[in-house]
């Protein structure tokens, strides 16, 4: 599976931007697709996973009411649309998938494939 990410760029704080994930390569069946961020000098953290062809999702309390993490199952894409950026949400973000199981999906210790990054800075 390959993951291609766009949508980074540098916004000023209570801004918006809407990353995309597009997946190719062995995207047959039902997977977790998620967001994870790193900021320099901290872990990986997850943001945003969804169960791609079904509603469920996971989002981490930091971003709850301000991110949102969607799917164009035709598309073989996920989205995290960003509302109300604060300069804490500056970061590299990551997309990555998982045929799973996962028992904590925003964990990224359980996510085989990955994206190269997109940068997201707030000031």
């Known amino acids: 599976v390959q993951l291609v990410e766009s949508g980074g760029g540098s916004v000023q704080t209570g801004g918006s931007l809407r990353l995309s994930c597009a997946a190719s390569?062995?995207?047959?069946?039902?997977?977790?697709m998620g967001w994870f961020r790193q900021a320099p000098v901290k872990g990986r953290e997850g943001v945003a996973v969804i169960r791609t062809g079904t509603p469920i999702t996971f989002h981490a309390d930091s971003v709850k009411g301000r991110f949102y993490i969607s799917q164009d199952n035709a598309k073989n894409t996920v989205y995290l649309q960003m509302d109300s950026l604060k300069p804490e949400d500056s970061a590299m973000y990551y997309c990555?998938?998982?045929?799973?199981?996962?028992?904590?999906?925003?964990?990224?210790?359980?996510?085989?494939?990955w994206g190269q990054g997109t940068q997201v800075t707030v000031s």
């Open positions: 990555a998938a998982s045929f799973g199981p996962l028992l904590l999906p925003l964990s990224p210790a359980g996510y085989t494939y």
């Open positions: 390569g062995g995207t047959s069946g039902n997977k977790y």
